[in-house]
């Protein structure tokens, strides 16, 4: 058991977020509660968990989506488009409906968030395949074009979504007022559904080979084109579920919704270690990655930095890391040629 | 894989992060370190790109300054604004304002209905929030600073109308189309042109609140136009460029504008813009902080609405706002303002 532990890929996020919580902690100061008049540590609290995990829930269920694709070779710049496109979608579809009974409103909503969703990655999956365009250049247009149709539709409007979805997304579950787990527990179950499908399927085997060598996984009788679809289907459909999922929470859907989240989710997939040139990744460090970049974020507020620092540090941090790490990769690569 | 290889790429991120962060610290830039008796008002305006909220920053902090001193304690303004617009950002700052422990919240809101619910769960839990610019109503909100906003659309409409000689053709530069305060100045602005049998409005144009963004959207709709001849701005981003000085002939063309700030102040002076309805944005940090402060920490009663007046900036005050915006703490007001007599 301790070794499975000491071997996970896994270990080193999980240290060095631990590593980086304990200094949070230790440098956050504390504060009095107005509700109970307890001190609370400014970090350390149930509150803060929670709200970091709210805000990593998105980016960590996209990212497992968006790891999928990567680990295939590909990538997919739509995916903050397409939470956008079926968020607005679901807001008008339910506004339509009109008053339901709320079990319906919800499974309405989830059911229009992940047919829209799971079209589109079905699009982009589509005109990768058929027009032999690699996936930037398509998922660029498509990032556009959804989004462009989203604003379309809802006429830029921010609508609201029913109650019935709020309370499902904030249901508290028994933790206490303005807490809030579901969006945590939804990004474990998606990363631990993603992990098994990669670590424990043939599917899940054959991304990594067509992300690996594609031409080898040709000439072995693996179907490329249908493994490609596949995870452009499991990345909208990611997207898809983190917008149901946003828009609940958040209570509202509008056009603009996800702008930029595409470039989270992509910078935790390769913190988390996916190489953007195929073969390697894992839906559990997207979801570290995630979770450590939120991280880096609360850090900027709790140690009180000027937030407008905040996207210069993660950048810098994020090339800085990767530049390194690679030159690493060479050093030891060209160490044990040498000594081979 | 080898243990150092998976350690690698997370632990650098940290690590650079780190370095960044501490020479961040190191060039002054750290939090607050002092003792005492602190209040700490979190500050969540739209966008920290837009010079109105900068504005409001520091007249916030002015506020904060006067307090301190007034009362021997630390009043402190902690900027949560977010870069961009972005409703469900403000609720994510919400919750991070009140769990680091915020004494209270000072907002205007990109999107109300994003975030309403962290509002009311910030009330809930202790921490009071009062709204400047832009209103969520039907919050558990204490009170708002801003002004009567369809009232403000009339009075832009009208000083057009006026400036029109009654009859043209105007489209309306909206600015985003999810704040409820701007949708209520568009509002206002259709109502008085119904007024005017010679105008015609010819659109309300929404863009992202940044002044090349505004620029370019006036632009188009000018091409789109050729035979326009008012714009009506609720906001005044596309004349923080230059840009509209040159592209459009004051001869031909007249804009009524709500903000006055000092890269505006040629419009005026050109013509293009005879009449700006500047809102006192300094005030909105400057007022809602001491209303927050007479609120929460001297337990005073305040109204749930203070109003805020717009100020007419026309060729006749020119010298004298462009003084007034000095005093506010404008760096980049041009001196032959100043110089201006009155």
Redesign the interface.
Known sequence: MARAV?RS?????V???L??ATALTLA?G??????TGKT?N?FL?T??LI?MA??ASAFAIMGVGATLVIIAGGIDLSVGAIYALAGVSMAMVLRAAGPMDPVATVFLGLGTCLTVSLLCGLANGVMVIGLKVHPFIITLGTMWILRGVAFVISR?????IPGAL?AVA?ASLGLG??LYPVPLLCMLVVTAIGALYLSRTVMGRHVFAIGGNPEASRFSGLNVPRITLGVFVLSGLAAGFAAFL?AAF???A?S??A??YELYVIASA????ASLSGGKGSAVSAM??AV?IVT?R?????????????????G???I???V??QR??RL?AGRLSASA | MSLSTRWSRPALVVAAFAMAAYAMAACGKGGDTSAGKTFTIAMIAKSSTNPVFLSGRQGAEAAAAELSKAHGMTVKIDWLTPPNEDGAVQAQRISEAVNSGANAILLSSSDAGKVRGAVDEAVDRGVPVMTFDSDVPDSKRFSFYGGDDVKMGVQLMDELATQMGGKGKVAIIAGNQNALNLQARVRGVREAAAKYPGITIVNAFNHAETPQDAAAEVLRVKNAYPDLQGFAMVGGWALFTRTLLTDLDPRKIKIVSVDALPAELPYVETGLAPVLFAQPTYSWGYVSVNTIFDHVYLKKKVPAHVQMDLVRVSKDNLGTWARQLKAWGFADVDPKYLALPR
Do not use: C, F
């Not at chain 1, 890929?9 to 996020?13: D, I």
């Not at chain 1, 830029?156 to 609201?160: F, G, P, Q, V």
């Not at chain 1, 140690?303 to 210069?312: C, F, S, T």
């Open positions: 000491l890929p896994q270990l080193g996020l240290l060095v977020l590593v980086l956050a504390s504060h009095v509660d107005p509700q609370i400014n609290n509150y803060t709200q709210t805000d830029a409007e921010s609508i609201l709020t904030k007022t303005a946003g958040y209570g509202s509008t603009s919704d702008n930029g390769v913190v988390g270690g570290l990655g450590l880096m609360q850090a900027i507020r709790t140690l009180h930095l000027d937030q407008n620092y905040e996207w210069i540090i993660i810098a941090a994020m800085v890391a990767v390194l790490d690493g990769s030891l």
